[in-house]
């Protein structure tokens, strides 16, 4: 069993920056494929970026590349998002995930565990 803990959330405006935090408690996280996901109310979870496991491939949403970061520390069991020039649209709840030997793709069907979630809103 994986327990996944995301912060970071807040409220911050459009042009700004945020990074967000994910910690796990497993060990071996290297073998753990992880992703972002984020979902508004009303809309279905929509992928963000993911990792591959073994750390050999990275994965952005269109509508994120260029923006978004994400990145992966096995001896931290930590995963982030760093998140520049937000918009409006970013505004969401963020979702960590993680996905034993999992190829790091959109689909949330490959991730079997998943954080509580943390809010984030772009508003000026």
């Known amino acids: 069993q994986v327990q996944l803990a995301e912060s970071g959330g807040r409220l911050v405006q459009p042009g700004n920056s945020l990074k967000l935090s994910c910690k796990a408690s497993?060990?071996?996280?290297?073998?753990?494929?992880v992703a972002w996901f984020r979902q508004t109310p009303g809309k279905e979870r929509e992928f963000v970026a993911a990792?591959?496991?073994?750390?050999?491939?990275?994965h952005y949403a269109d509508s994120v590349s260029g923006r978004f970061t994400i990145s992966k520390d096995n001896a931290k069991k930590m995963v982030f998002l760093q998140m520049n020039s937000l918009k409006s649209e970013d505004t969401a709840v963020y979702y960590c995930?993680?996905?034993?030997?999992?190829?790091?793709?959109?689909?949330?069907?490959?991730?079997?565990?998943w954080g509580p979630g943390t809010q984030v809103i772009v508003s000026s």
């Open positions: 497993t060990r071996a996280f290297e073998y753990y494929a």
């Open positions: 990792i591959s496991w073994g750390d050999v491939r990275i």
């Open positions: 995930a993680a996905g034993l030997r999992g190829p790091g793709s959109e689909l949330d069907s490959e991730y079997q565990y």
